[in-house]
Nanobody, 124 residues
Framework: QVQLVESGGGSVQPGGSRRLSCAPS?????MGWFRQAPGKEREGVAA???????SYAEFVKGRFTISRDSAQNTIYLQMDSLKPEDTAMYYC?????????????????????WGQGTQVTVSS
């Protein structure tokens, strides 16, 4: 059974916007977005806990917004002012083990479930 399903990826021009969605089949303690470009390491982008508290990587602050739809358990990543450097495969991830906090939000090893990824390409 696929637990996490991402959608919303695609091609966009620099300065444009894109919204990613992740539909989990369950409610988790923490939900996060990671990304990985070819030849690069996977890096944390943003995360949100069940109370709506958010965390962001410095390189996306002011540009990306993560949110949680409590009614649908859907997680969104609104990406604005996109740059070519944002080009990557974006993954939705869930933490199903409660450790008292969703921090550090960008530790991939703490996330137990991962989606298949959705490609975001920012170019002219």
């Amino acid at each position: 059974q696929v637990q996490l399903v991402e959608s919303g990826g695609g091609s966009v021009q620099p300065g444009g916007s894109r919204r990613l969605s992740c539909a989990p089949s369950y409610t988790s303690y923490c939900m996060g977005w990671f990304r990985q470009a070819p030849g690069k390491e996977r890096e944390g982008v943003a995360a949100v806990d069940s109370a709506g508290v958010t965390s962001y990587a410095e390189f996306v602050k002011g540009r990306f917004t993560i949110s949680r739809d409590s009614a649908q358990n859907t997680i969104y990543l609104q990406m604005d002012s996109l740059k070519p450097e944002d080009t990557a495969m974006y993954y939705c991830a869930a933490r199903t083990v409660w450790l008292g906090s969703c921090l550090p939000f960008d530790s991939a090893s703490l996330y137990t479930d991962w989606g298949q990824g959705t490609q975001v390409t920012v170019s002219s």
